[in-house]
């Protein structure tokens, strides 16, 4: 077991419970307002805690903080499944007992993140404001993929990518809203699931 100093094991401890309460890992910013140091001395911090394999996290993403370090891991959060229930016609209840790990639904360690939705120009492939979209980074996508573009001049948005005559079509999936076309574009990843709080 790798020896922490008193600031590490801080660290360690703050990203643990920061997880478990909010679902996703602090920033730098986020870690030295909790330790009273500035974001310099906490990324010299996260950074050491990287050296000692306790941490991994990915260059480009502000909050990939994973803990490697089982002592320090926050609980796994596995929900039981009860059965199924009928959204058609009715059907007989049966009680089968399985379980859920959030951690299939949110894969952890491959620089996957959480974005916020602001609009409602994705509704028809049930995107709505205020859910949440698991986005898998990545700079390619597929025809038909739903895709988080930045386009010239850094405006980010939520659309599925087609490639058309030399140019992409950035398609909403509202009838009311119509398509972006650009010829240059930066894709940052592909969405690969969706969250919503009722």
Known sequence: MPFY?????????FVAEYQRESGISPTLEEIGQHLGVTRVTAFQHVKSLTRKG?????????????????DYRPESGVLPILGRIAAGSPIEAIEIREEFDPREFFPSGEGYYLLKVKGDSMIGDQIADGDLVLVEPGQTAADGDTV???LPGGDATLKRLYREDGRFRLQPSNPTMKPIYTEDLEIRGVVRGV????
């Open 5 to 13: 100093t008193r600031k590490q094991q801080s660290v360690l401890e």
């Open 54 to 70: 306790a941490i991994r996290t990915s260059p480009l993403l502000s909050r990939s903080i994973e803990i490697l370090d089982p």
């Open 148 to 150: 988080v573009a930045i």
């Open 195 to 198: 969250l919503r709080r009722y």
